[in-house]
């Protein structure tokens, strides 16, 4: 019997992480092992879970939600088991979602996801399934097409051994894209949301088209940046992927312009250093170094040119990249 582990990614959530564990414990179809990725959490985590008798553990620095699932994925290949069971802590399944998917795969080797559901109403979808706006509207068995790593996404070892795992140096928003794509695209693994399996997860609460704080906007370096890598993962065509990373940026700079109330030109003057990082394939960044950016009012100014001299210096150098990261390797 080819047997199943839950890989959790968590940070600093350790009462929604206990929920989420838990429910795992109580599947109709329990998983055979459950391994927990702690990134560096500064609250009890670390010694919530030496409590855990039934729970693996791995702690390591705070690498984000990419190099944990890196980790995680790696761990769970290694140790033989077939079926990989991906989410963050801040959801959890229900009691049958386990049993629904791994009933659910078709002949065809698919990447399969559960349908991801508002916890708080469990019903409407969280992001964009299709035409559906709730599971009350589904009606089919399986939605294809579409999937919502990582969150209640079903890996088996054989798509691990051809495909990778999540390029660890993406660090957030983008890695768990840049895999589904490089499943989805790159390898032509079909997949599909399980309807029958549900996976419950607060509600998408951000938006571009809300204000937001300039000083603590860290995570738009890594949205900026690692969409280049999505567009590469999407396209075979690396010209094609370029364009559309330019419209994007495009894009970007006008719901700046449109939408944001405070800070319009730090705003648009510091998406260039993300976009440069992106066409030099400049890995190194690090949360902190971005917040200290931010913080730094001397530092991005539109009337320097300083921002704008990087992104050409980017892109000119872009022509002999030197990586200074790579797709991890099982």
Known sequence: ?????????????????????????????????????????????????????????????????????????????????????????????????????????????????????????????????????????????????????????????????????????????????????RIVKQYKFPVYTVSSSIHYHPAAAFSLKKDWDYKNSWKMYFYVRNRLHVHQAKFTSKAVAFVNYAFFLAAFAAVILVYQKTDRRKKLSFMLWPAGDAISNNFSVTPPTIVNRLNDSATYKMNNGSSLKYFWQSILNSVNPQRTGNTANI
């Open 1 to 181: 019997m080819e047997k199943a582990i839950a890989v959790v990614v968590s940070y600093n959530r350790q009462k929604l992480l206990a929920e989420c564990i838990e429910a795992l414990r109580n599947q109709t179809r329990k998983p055979d092992a459950i391994l927990v990725v702690n990134n560096g959490s500064t609250d009890n985590t670390a010694e919530w879970l030496q409590q855990q008798q039934d729970v693996f553990f791995i702690t390591q620095k705070n690498l984000g939600s990419s190099g944990g699932f890196n980790t995680g994925i790696t761990w769970a290949y290694k140790h033989g088991y077939s079926w990989i069971w991906c989410m963050d802590d801040d959801g959890y399944p229900k009691q049958d979602a386990l049993e629904q998917l791994l009933k659910a795969e078709p002949n065809e080797r698919s990447l399969l996801n559960c349908a991801v559901l508002n916890k708080e109403d469990k019903k409407s979808f969280v992001w964009k399934t299709r035409e559906y706006k709730t599971i009350d509207e589904v009606d089919v068995d399986m939605i294809p097409g579409i999937g919502h790593p990582f969150n209640g996404t079903l890996l088996h070892r054989s798509i691990v051994e051809k495909v990778g795992v999540p390029r660890s140096a993406l660090f957030l928003w983008g890695d768990e894209t840049e895999y589904y794509y």
